[in-house]
C-alpha cells in the first residue's frame, strides 16, 4: 500500500521494492526506485520426529543385562546403584 502525504525525498516501500519520491502535484506524485527488492522472510524450522520414530529408536533397557545397565548409567553420570527398574528408570527418563 502506498502511503498518502508524500513530500519529495519521502521514502516509502512497495512491492517489496524501496521508492524516493521525485515530485509532487496535488495528491499525485512521482517516484523512482531506489534499493532492491527485499526478499521475503523465509522461516526456518527444525525437521520434527514423530514420537512413534523416536521409540523405535530408543533402546529397549528392560531387555538389557543388570551390568550393562549399571555401566550405561554410569557412563550418562547417573547413579548406578538400585534394582534394575531403578536403573532403567534412570536411564528411559
Do not use: H, Q, W
Amino acid at each position: 500500500m502506498i502511503p498518502k502525504g508524500l513530500k519529495v525525498g519521502d521514502t516509502f516501500v512497495d512491492n517489496g521494492f524501496t521508492f524516493e519520491v521525485t515530485k509532487v502535484v496535488g495528491e499525485n506524485y512521482e517516484s523512482k526506485r531506489t534499493g532492491i527488492k527485499t526478499p521475503s522472510p523465509v522461516l526456518i524450522t527444525e525437521p520434527t520426529v514423530k514420537s512413534e520414530e523416536v521409540k523405535e529408536d530408543a533402546p529397549d533397557y528392560n531387555s538389557l543385562p543388570y551390568a550393562t545397565l549399571k555401566k550405561l548409567c554410569a557412563e550418562r553420570g547417573l547413579d548406578a546403584t538400585g534394582k534394575k527398574d531403578d536403573l532403567v528408570a534412570r536411564l528411559e527418563g
